[in-house]
């Protein structure tokens, strides 16, 4: 894909993200690897409903800021995905409402904070891994993503919002919805007693579609 068309994507994905209400403000940011090895990143202060594509930050394939205007401070965040899985090729992070509120609650699963509700949230997601509170662009950030060995596609920061690591651009905003619909999913149904998953339904759809599941 062309540098041109995967800027045009980024702002079209983040507006489409924006105008459905999963990021407000200036919240969020996306980074996409280009075909030379180096990043497309949101910049700081921006809104997903107004960015301009010949404005993304620009970073070679070294790490340097080499165009664009300044990068989200969340930078670290962002490179500890890229650097400890391998076929990450997009990164998503947002504020969504219903991730974040389920990330506050007592009786959520640090290690696996969505309960089994549907076939989709495993397929897309693996095991969502709650990370503790950091201040925003605290590159210890970076460091508890790392920490997790890329065993982990997807995490919370308590407290702040979800972020996804995926493919390619498309894949890493289809697997953030699901994170954040079955979130609003483990709200609506509180106290419920509603049915989950059975391990034996879980188990089939990890072996059906190779599910990193550890």
């Not at 076939?119 to 925003?136: D, E, Q, T």
Request: hydrophobic share 40%; proline share 6%; charged share 20%.
């Amino acid at each position: 894909m062309s540098e041109t068309k995967l800027r045009e994507d980024i702002c079209w994905q983040a507006a489409s993200i924006f105008n459905r209400g999963m990021t407000g403000g200036a919240s969020g940011n996306i980074s996409v690897r280009t075909e030379d090895g180096g990043l497309l990143v949101t910049p700081t202060g921006s809104s997903f409903g107004r960015l301009d594509p010949a404005r993304l930050s620009r970073f070679d394939a070294a790490g340097n800021h080499i165009g664009g205007d300044k990068p989200t401070k969340e930078m670290p965040l962002h490179a500890a995905f890229y650097e400890t899985r391998r076929s990450a090729g997009a990164v998503v992070h947002l504020h969504s409402t219903h991730s974040v509120a389920l990330s506050m609650l007592p009786e959520t699963d640090p290690d696996n904070m969505l309960p089994p509700l549907t076939a989709y949230s495993i397929m897309r997601l693996g095991k969502v891994k709650l990370l503790p509170y950091f201040r925003p662009g605290d590159p210890a950030m970076g460091d508890a993503v790392r920490g997790l060995a890329g065993k982990r596609s997807a995490v919370v920061l308590a407290n702040h919002g979800p972020v996804v690591a995926s493919k390619d651009l498309e894949a890493a905003v289809y697997a953030m919805e699901e994170l954040e619909e079955t979130a609003k999913l483990a709200i609506l149904l509180r106290g419920a007693n509603a049915v989950h998953l059975t391990h034996e339904q879980i188990t089939d759809v990890v072996t059906k579609f190779e599910v990193d599941w550890d």
